[in-house]
Nanobody
Framework: QVQLVESGGGLVQAGGSLRLSCATSGRTFSDNAMGWFRQAPGKEREFVAAVTWNGRSTSYADSVKGRFTISRDNAKSTVYLQMNNLKAEDTAVYYC????????????????????WGQGTRVTVSS
């Protein structure tokens, strides 16, 4: 059974940076794309970023393009989300997830394409 553990969330002032990590186990990490999603209070969960199984392709929501960077270290079975120039509207619980299809050549932004989820890490940006 795959396990995902997010870390790195916290309270930061607007304009600041955080780096989220998601460590996985119980699955061959390098076979699947990985995604980050977030859910703000009172809102639906939304796609943030994704990276293909080999790290060659990344995708981002328009709201975070140019500010967030997703990366992965297959040797450490870990995916990262570097978040810079944070804004109050980035406040949310952030979740990492594993794409259900192995070796998918493009990133999926739909959460129903992911079948394993972490417990989430909370990010609060004060303005």
């Amino acid at each position: 059974q795959v396990q995902l553990v997010e870390s790195g969330g916290g309270l930061v002032q607007a304009g600041g940076s955080l780096r989220l990590s998601c460590a996985t186990s119980g699955r061959t990490f390098s076979d699947n794309a990985m995604g980050w999603f977030r859910q703000a209070p009172g809102k639906e969960r939304e796609f943030v970023a994704a990276v293909t199984w080999n790290g060659r392709s990344t995708s981002y929501a328009d709201s975070v393009k140019g500010r967030f960077t997703i990366s992965r270290d297959n040797a450490k079975s870990t995916v990262y989300l570097q978040m810079n120039n944070l804004k109050a509207e980035d406040t949310a619980v952030y979740y990492c997830a594993v794409d259900k299809v192995i070796w998918r050549q493009s990133n999926s932004i739909g959460d129903d394409d992911y079948d394993s989820w972490g417990q989430g890490t909370r990010v609060t940006v004060s303005s």
